[in-house]
């Protein structure tokens, strides 16, 4: 298993589609996962710190685990088929649930645990991705869009 860092969301146009961005700084590699708008909101939202008056899914299932005496140690990206991601929560007890992707990479970014990618996973869908200046984080036109995407959502954009 590889560790991988978690290096943002960008939105795809003309589809205005999110994409997490999961990177392998050893050899400049990126995980690419399209993810659903109620994730890229749920995953933005804990980068910046933000905190909904109200517990949103992914930080209900951190505070069940706590609640459980149970962590989230890490979670893995363990395979792909047809450009579909599958994850696994990798619990303090031993015991593992399999996970979509998206959901997983928020419990991590919640959690502050690591995201490991199995190195076949990573070589089949990794690609390498030239920035302007090495090491850039998000090119301002892409924080510019996302923080577009971010300003257009709505709390009842996630109800049932």
Request: hydrophobic share 45%; aromatic share 4%; charged share 25%.
């Given at each position: ?8 969301i ?7 589609q ?6 392998y ?12 708008a109620?994730?890229a ?7 910046q ?10 930080d ?7 609640t459980?005496g149970?962590?989230l ?8 088929h ?24 928020a ?20 690609v390498?991705i ?5 090491g ?22 996630f109800s049932?």
């Open positions: 298993m590889l560790e991988l860092e978690f290096a943002g960008r939105i795809q146009l003309p589809a205005n999110p994409l997490l961005l999961l990177r700084p050893e050899q400049n590699l990126y995980l690419p996962l399209w993810i659903g109620p994730e909101s749920a995953i933005a939202m804990s980068e710190g933000l905190t909904p008056p109200r517990p949103m899914t992914h209900l299932l951190i505070s069940v685990l706590e459980l149970v962590e140690e890490r979670i893995e990206i363990v395979s792909v047809n450009a579909v991601f599958v994850a696994e929560l990798v619990l303090s007890n031993g015991k593992r649930v399999d996970s979509r992707s998206s959901d997983a990479v419990l991590a970014v919640r959690a502050q645990c690591p995201i490991m990618c199995a190195e076949d996973v990573l070589q089949e869908a990794g390498s030239e920035t302007e200046t090495e850039e984080e998000a090119p301002e036109e892409q924080l510019r869009e996302f923080r577009e995407f971010l300003d257009n959502i709505d709390p009842e954009d049932s």
